[in-house]
């Protein structure tokens, strides 16, 4: 079958009115529309200062901003009271929206610290004798703690060694093998043949101090007072003191 010239003109005519007309469409109709959604604007809250992971989030840390909401991904936590009073499962920084998968309800657990340790420090347990020595079973991990000796040696003397003025605490573990911060705690307080009560207590130390820590369970007993609870941020002030002292004292607070 053969098409005249006359008709491959007018089939050449109304593809090109077609065109037009669904470019006017999408000009007129869709765009807008389009134009619409990326204009729209949000209120969101997102960091406004260095964040450490593992630290409790307060409102100074974050800022209160309007952007576009075009493509702005689910997981984004745009109200503040969401993001208040939760822990920060990583390192945040400035101007850093703050998704969901950030954050935790509970902080760090100390199996997760254990798989952080890169050879300048060590984990070491020592017993708590007894209820009052542990700090009534209320010592969490991240907790900043000064341990004093007691009964230690043939005079039987109370001693605070300046090398363990200030520690982190990674556990406090009951004889059941159960951490105080532990989910599992939940579930022990249904179990009424489990004993809950802290029996030792995981700290991070230099190998300086483990020395020292070992040296006073032997031959004494050791007890644990509770220096801050807060944000990493300032918990790291009071290690960084220790950590001077321990240097003017052996050289390298890590050996």
């Known amino acids: 079958m053969k098409f005249s010239f ?16 669904l470019a006017l469409i ?16 949000v209120q969101i809250s997102r960091v406004s200062k260095d964040i450490p992971k593992n630290t409790l989030i307060t409102a100074d840390m974050l800022e209160t ?16 009271s969401d993001i208040v009073g939760q822990y920060s499962k990583t390192e945040m920084f400035p101007h850093e929206n703050v998704i969901s998968e950030k954050l935790s309800s509970t902080p760090l657990g100390a199996d997760e610290y254990l798989g952080k340790l890169d050879g300048t420090k060590q984990a070491i347990s020592v017993s708590i004798k007894s209820f009052a020595a542990g700090l009534s079973g209320k010592l969490e991990t991240g907790d900043i703690v000064t341990l004093i000796a007691a009964d230690y040696g043939d005079l039987k003397q109370t001693l605070t060694p300046a090398e363990l ?73 009071f290690l960084d003191v220790q950590d001077k002292y321990l240097s003017s004292q052996g050289g390298n607070p890590n050996g």
């Open 6 to 21: 006359r008709q491959f003109v007018k089939n050449r005519t109304f593809v090109g009115i077609s065109c037009i007309v």
């Open 26 to 41: 999408l000009c007129f109709g869709i765009a807008p529309t389009v134009a619409g959604d990326t204009s729209k604007q």
């Open 65 to 80: 901003v309007r952007i576009g909401s075009y493509n702005l991904p689910d997981n984004v936590v745009r109200d503040k």
């Open 165 to 237: 003025q200030y520690v982190k605490v990674l556990a406090a573990t009951s004889s059941d093998g159960v951490d105080n911060d532990s989910t599992q705690v939940k579930d022990s307080k249904n179990n009424t043949s489990s004993d809950d009560t802290p029996a030792t207590l995981t700290l991070l130390v230099s190998p300086q101090q483990a020395k020292s820590l070992v040296e006073y369970e032997s031959h004494g007993s050791l007890h644990a007072a509770l220096v801050y609870r807060g944000d990493t941020a300032t918990a790291q002030k």
